[in-house]
């Protein structure tokens, strides 16, 4: 549900703002008018594919790309069975919007899945959640899976027309390598999950070597009020290539942290005034803006940026997941890098070296820093050693894992070079002191 949309806001005013999860209030803001109608024979795929190109939607799973023109790639016409994944294995830190999805809005991504699976000719989806959102995610989305089968919108032959659409729910494990697509599909065959080499990619072989879409939660939930009101109004939402609204997950030094959506390419000085602004008044000094494997973007950079993916991008950062992370002036860096690393380090699955020995590597040597050991030769090494491991994996983990260290690095080189220099102390403790 769209900020923007009065009318639903109105609605869910009125049938109880407490139970936006249920089919009953779901229907009263539109929805299923969508997928209603193309059962009844009204939308074509090849309309569904053409109005979400148009619309700009793109991918809110952290890589951006064009929903539409992948919804394209799939052969919808050969023979065979066909298969959509939804992606809500959402385990990116700093990200908490999809689970909210899940647990407010279950059946904007169940009418979202069935229209992108008719428009690629695929009968069966799964949607993948992520094992630690067993509490109430998962019982959420499950209920409105039964609500939507019992309703007559999911089965065989749906109200006597030729379209057959089953979805079921899988939980996964809780492994962050899961989100990459092809390990998630390995999961879903029940094998560990391990990120496939690509080409071959999953439309032309994925689950189980058959033709296979995988979306992220967010996107597929758009889905249904682009079709209802159309491409343009979405495409208005947001600047040029990058259409509609994003659901910005802000988290660390701010008054008001929380998931808040809003237009696609809001400034950042905005975003921050309507979070509170930073927490107890203090001095902004970094933000990472998409997720901690994306760069980190200093202060006075970041305030004169747009919250999309081509400023971001051109800034050398990126939006990925709009996980937004904020840090004030408090804020020491290279502990914060540590503790990224030692995620990518214990998250890595061990399949590629570069992976799995090099992001080891890194943590070990910030940890040496921080222990009072580290050498000045330390710093270039980590960049050396992270610049081998980025593009060097089968999967974007290494990258993920490679970014931290060099944009930290990059922009905070005179912290790690203090602690180096004074034996294990933050230069930002130094400053308390000094201050005081």
């Given at each position: 549900m769209s900020w923007l949309d009065k009318k639903n806001l109105v609605a869910f005013a009125t049938l109880g703002r407490d139970e936006p999860w249920t089919l009953a209030n779901y229907r009263a803001t539109g929805g299923y008018e969508s997928w209603e109608k193309i059962i009844r024979g009204e939308i074509s795929p090849e309309e569904i594919i053409d109005i979400v190109k148009a619309s700009g939607l793109r991918?809110?799973?952290?890589?951006?790309?064009?929903?539409?023109?992948?919804?394209?790639?799939?052969?919808?016409?050969?023979?065979?069975?066909?298969?959509?994944?939804?992606?809500?294995?959402?385990?990116?830190?700093?990200?908490?919007?999809?689970?909210?999805?899940?647990?407010?809005?279950?059946?904007?991504?169940?009418?979202?899945?069935?229209?992108?699976?008719?428009?690629?000719?695929?009968?069966?989806?799964?949607?993948?959640?992520?094992?630690?959102?067993?509490?109430?995610?998962?019982?959420?989305?499950e209920a409105a899976l039964r609500e939507a089968y019992d309703a007559g919108l999911l089965g065989k032959r749906l109200r006597g027309s030729d379209i057959d659409f089953d979805l079921h729910m899988f939980v996964g494990a809780g492994a962050y390598i899961c989100g990459e697509e092809t390990g998630l599909l390995e999961s879903l065959e029940g094998k560990p999950g391990k990120p496939r080499f690509k080409p071959p990619f999953p439309a032309h072989y994925g689950?189980?070597?058959?033709?296979?879409?995988?979306?992220?939660?967010?996107?597929?939930?758009?889905?249904?009020?682009?079709?209802?009101?159309?491409?343009?109004?979405?495409?208005?939402?947001?600047?040029?290539?990058?259409?509609?609204?994003?659901?910005?997950?802000?988290?660390?030094?701010?008054?008001?942290?929380?998931?808040?959506?809003?237009?696609?390419?809001?400034?950042?000085?905005?975003?921050?005034?309507?979070?509170?602004?930073?927490?107890?008044?203090?001095?902004l000094k970094a933000v990472i803006p998409g997720g901690s494997s994306v760069p980190v973007v200093p202060a006075e950079i970041i305030m004169d940026l747009n919250m999309d993916y081509d400023s971001l991008s051109e800034a050398g950062s990126a939006l990925g997941t709009g996980a937004v992370v904020v840090m004030d002036e408090t804020t020491c860096m290279v502990s914060m890098l540590e503790r990224i690393s030692r995620f990518y380090f214990a998250e890595s699955c061990g399949q590629c070296t570069p992976c799995r020995e090099g992001t080891g590597w890194l943590n070990r040597m910030i940890l040496r820093i921080m222990d009072g050991r580290g050498q000045a030769e330390d710093l270039d090494m980590l960049v050396?050693?992270?610049?081998?491991?980025?593009?060097?994996?089968?999967?974007?983990?290494?990258?993920?894992?490679?970014?931290?260290?060099?944009?930290?690095?990059?922009?905070?080189?005179?912290?790690?070079?203090?602690?180096?220099?004074?034996?294990?102390?933050?230069?930002?403790?130094?400053?308390?002191?000094?201050?005081?």
């Open positions: 991918g809110r799973g952290g890589a951006g790309f064009p929903t539409g023109l992948k919804w394209s790639f799939m052969p919808r016409n050969a023979p065979g069975q066909k298969y959509l994944v939804c992606n809500s294995d959402e385990s990116e830190p700093g990200t908490c919007h999809d689970r909210d999805i899940l647990r407010y809005n279950p059946h904007a991504l169940i009418e979202g899945m069935a229209i992108a699976a008719y428009s690629m000719g695929a009968t069966v989806a799964y949607n993948y959640i992520r094992g630690e959102f067993y509490a109430e995610p998962v019982p959420r989305f689950l189980y070597g058959r033709p296979t879409t995988v979306n992220n939660t967010y996107t597929l939930a758009s889905v249904p009020t682009i079709l209802r009101k159309g491409a343009e109004w979405f495409a208005d939402l947001g600047p040029e290539k990058s259409g509609g609204t994003a659901i910005y997950s802000v988290s660390g030094h701010v008054e008001k942290p929380g998931n808040y959506e809003l237009p696609m390419g809001i400034p950042f000085r905005e975003l921050l005034e309507i979070c509170g602004g930073v927490l107890g008044g203090k001095k050396n050693v992270a610049n081998k491991i980025e593009g060097h994996t089968i999967c974007a983990l290494g990258d993920a894992a490679a970014w931290p260290v060099q944009s930290f690095i990059k922009h905070y080189r005179h912290e790690f070079q203090y602690m180096i220099e004074h034996g294990g102390k933050s230069i930002v403790e130094a400053k308390g002191r000094a201050a005081a």
